[in-house]
């Protein structure tokens, strides 16, 4: 008991005073996970919004390959990516391995088909609704896929914070193509894994706040956004 | 001139779950005005609007238009029987079908305040759209259709959820409309708004036109027990 409190103090004045390590390991956290988001989202909401609108002859099998894929355990993603970019794999000679890319590629690899199946189920509400109108203007597929897009961006915010919320808060794969390297690939969920092990809470608690936190803001913003779309603002 | 114009149905039919919804029916429309499409709820009235419009797949037949069909198309303007309206401002779904066109963020301006001021919506301009109430909403979809200037617009019982004042409004823009030379086609139940606007009438009874010819003549003489029963509001088997 005396443990735990002894590690909340050092982990609150870890916060306030800004430590060093905490910081860093927050920052890099923060700039992997935002890169596979970016990533991902480019991907996945093109292809998401595109199979609202457009029929073709498996366009049933893709959807369901998708949803599918949104179940794939994480440490199997890594385990993947690893194998692929071990030296001995297709893609070693890129020396990719326990870096921070190879951790931003194993959660492209996650959350890409989450995004892209939240954004095809918005666009596909939106698309039911606006259908006929699009159809009778005239428009062109692109002129289509850019309305949903503007139109359903609250949705697409949603879809890539959801993405977000599901890669901060992953370790199985980032543990396995990263390797959680001191000052290199150490990233939040992993170095809470480690001090957890090593008995070190305070460190561990700290990191466990600040992912809290994040955790927190992003359901907070996901909220504010469906209030705004109830009340069609913005 | 119209030169959208002639809209020609040649042996059109739709066929929906095994059901001849529509046709066969030939028809051919030129010439100027207003032409109302009658018929009692379910007689294909919709489902005819569409085809002519060419946004109805076709099981049998062919429409054809004075131009190539893209082309077509784009002249044309359809008011949906439950308005459609993006989630967007009033006035950036005024603006769409200029912006569609390629038409620049000032002229749009320009239009989007001159037709928000004639369909009485210019107060409520930078509001989103699906605040609207019902009957805003119609007067924004028709705005909208408008604003393009088509020539040839179709109404989808455009007053169906309307108070007498915004009909009259409706019917203002669309005596004006035909000023201007669009050719309109219009579906109603509201038999009196025919009589007060139609040049021609197309009386449509489960899937078949029955009749199509001038109003006067149609009002005037029914030429068969079911349109006697329609114009005197009695139930149609
Ligand atoms: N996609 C579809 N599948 C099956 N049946 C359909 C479909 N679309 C329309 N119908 C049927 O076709 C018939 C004609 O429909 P339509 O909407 O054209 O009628 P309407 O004259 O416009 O009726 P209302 O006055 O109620 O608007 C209806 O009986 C309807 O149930
Ligand atoms: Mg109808």
Redesign the interface.
Known sequence: MNDITEGLRAAFWLLVSFDAELWEISLRSLKVSLSAVVIACAIAVPLGTWLAVQRFAFRRTVIAVMNALMGLPPVVVGLMVYILLSRSGPFGVLGLLFTPTAMVIAQVVIITPLIASITHQAMRELWAEYHDLLISLNTSKWQRVRTLMWDGRRALLTAALAGFGRAIGEVGAIMVVGGNIDHATRVLTTAIALETGKGDFALALGLGFVLIGLAVCVSLVTHALSQTERRGRW | MVRVLPVELRGAVVRRRGRAILGPVDLTLAGEGLTCVLGPNGAGKTTLLRVM?G?ERLSGGTVGYGLPE?EA??R???V?QAP?V???TVAENLA??LR?AGAGRADAARACADWGGRIGLGAVLDQ????LSGGEKQMLALGRALISGPDLLFLDEPCASLDGRATAAIEGLLRAARESRTRIIMATHDLAQARRLADEVIFLRNGQVERHCAAEAFFAAPQSAAEEAFLKGDILQ
Do not use: V
Not at chain 2, 128 to 131: D, E, I, L, S, Y
């Open positions: 419009h946004i893209r198309l784009r044309q303007g359809f949906f459609i993006l989630r967007r769409y079908p569609l989103p759209a699906q605040r």
